[in-house]
């Protein structure tokens, strides 16, 4: 096959075309598609010619194709168009081919298979199942494991959507194993399997994940997040209230810290009560990576302005780790006059509305420590912005107040102070560069406009200290950033992974939520880190979307005879799907055989 274009009257149309010979044995052309205007990419038409004639001739996967996303989505759209036109022209042939009823062929027992064969390939290669095994669960119990884990990587659900969800997928029919709603109680007894080898099963990923991606865990990130609970969670003595950044302050909730290595890896976690001092919860997340383990590498530790406390500095000193944090944001304006000074180098390779400016120095109130002061294009846009719109809503409450006021519906002068001090707490951000007094019963407000002025100076500003002394300001900095990956890592724990909320009241159902959700953050690297060496930069979210529609179906062929062949089998994966599978390693044609079933009715 080929393409052609073809002038029809003013318009030029681009066809693709299939050569063959008549029953005179004398060569001919036949119109496969007809695709109008379309512009495919260039250099590449060939490729997607062929690719096509392999689809609807060869009936082959097209592993051997090297095409572009592009390409790929072409030979899928031209296919469709392909089939629905030979359909077409089928309509007035005979209605059995080769002994079949073509029109009475059906599909049955349609279910998900794509997205779960992903899951599967990430599960076998990180080794969970001989894993669980040699750890004395059975077969059921790993593959409900399996399934619980798949479900939370796929379409997080409660036990009972999950149940639900099970029965359009493959994974019964792959693992052998199903669950009703009778059986429930077997998903909670797993969970419990689960959280009761958590040490061993997080310690076994981290030397497994080291061996597969060839890490260098000479960086620990830490950070911490919250779950919350639908109900009161009266049972569970580490569900309490406490700051909640989701604004669930009606909810009591759980404390989740997670130690993550420089490529974004999770090492370890742990749950603490919701209302604990996040800076007292790092020492014990070091020693569960200790593990007793005094001939540890020396690693460098990164945390946020909120963990790096005095006494946690000094804790890692005396463990014998380097750190690199991040000054709280109050504490910049003590290096005004440093960042006023020159001596900056700008980091290069960064957009113009992405600058950044560095420059190291000594600490002037820690001997052996380093300061790198830091200036930021986009962070200085962005705390700019944030304080012009708190200033916009500070002074309205104070005009409306200011109108109250004028019009004597607040004459009381002690009511009138405590709702001035309301509004300062309100907006503390903004409030100090604000004097707003009450004058013979009028309202005045008077801008302290040198104090904004130097708040406005520092925006895009912060400071980072470290005890490493060999790295330049660049480097270090660099380093910081990677702390990003931890954010990163919570963000998709929470919005893809499903581990808000927590429906469960049982303390070790609660930990045992939590842990299934972290075993497929390990699925999802394993995934993220596939399509990043393969260059794909798309995220799981449009992978699994992609591919849910590749489906196993039994294909129903009622025959002359009488009878009906059924044949249960995968669908045949688009190009698109198939590459995929290529990049994560995965013999689609080997998965398709093992599929493959025939019977009589």
Known sequence: MYFRYKQIKSTRQLQLVSSYRNAEGKPRQRIVATLGNAQLPTGEEKAIAKAVEQRLVGGGLLF??????????????????????????????PEKIDGVLVDEIETAGVVEYGPELVGMAAWNELGLTDLLSSLGMNHRAVS???????????????????????Q??????????????????????????????????????????????????????????NTHFEGLCKANPKAARGKNKQKRNDCPQVAVG???????????????????????????????????????????????????TKDNLQMLKEKGYSYLVNVTRNSRSKYAQDFDQDGFSELEGRMPNERIWVKLIEDPDHPGQRLVLCKSAAR??????IISKAEAKFIEDVDNLGGQVSKGTIKDPVKIQKRIGKIHQRHSRVAR????????????IERKQESINQALELCGNYVLRTDESQLSAEQLWRLYMTLLKAESGFKMLKSDLGLRPNFHQIPKRVEGHIFITVLAYHLLCWIQTKLQNAGDRRHWSSIRRLLRTH?????????????????????????????????????FAGAYRTQKSIFRK
């Open 64 to 93: 051997d194709f090297q095409l572009s996303e592009e390409a790929a989505q072409w030979v899928d759209r031209i296919e469709k168009l392909a089939t629905q036109t030979r359909s077409a022209a089928l309509t007035d042939q």
């Open 168 to 225: 359009q997928t493959a994974l019964p029919e792959i693992l052998d194993t199903r669950i009703t709603l009778t059986t429930k109680d077997r998903l909670y007894k797993t969970s419990d399997e689960l959280f009761s080898r958590k040490k061993i099963i997080e310690a076994f990923l981290r030397e497994r994940e080291t061996d597969l991606w060839s890490l260098q865990r000479s960086i620990v990130l830490y950070d911490m997040t």
């Open 433 to 444: 560069f604000y004097q707003v007094d009450l004058v013979n019963g009028q309202l005045c």
């Open 380 to 385: 200085a846009n962005k705390e700019q912005a």
């Open 144 to 166: 409900i494991a399996q399934m619980m884990v798949l479900n939370r990587l796929i379409e997080p659900l409660s036990e009972r959507g999950l149940i639900h969800w099970l």
């Open 258 to 308: 997670m130690t993550f290595d420089g490529q974004g890896f999770p090492l370890a976690h742990e749950v603490f009560k919701g209302n604990i001092y996040e800076a007292h919860t790092l020492e014990k997340m070091l020693e569960k990576l200790e593990g007793g383990n005094d001939e540890k590498t020396k690693s460098m530790v990164i945390v946020d302005a909120g963990i790096a």
């Open 551 to 587: 489906c196993i179906q039994t294909i129903l062929l009622p025959v002359e005879q009488g009878h009906t062949i059924a044949i249960r089998k995968p669908s045949r994966p688009e190009e698109e799907q198939a590459q995929l599978y290529k990049i994560f390693g995965i013999d």
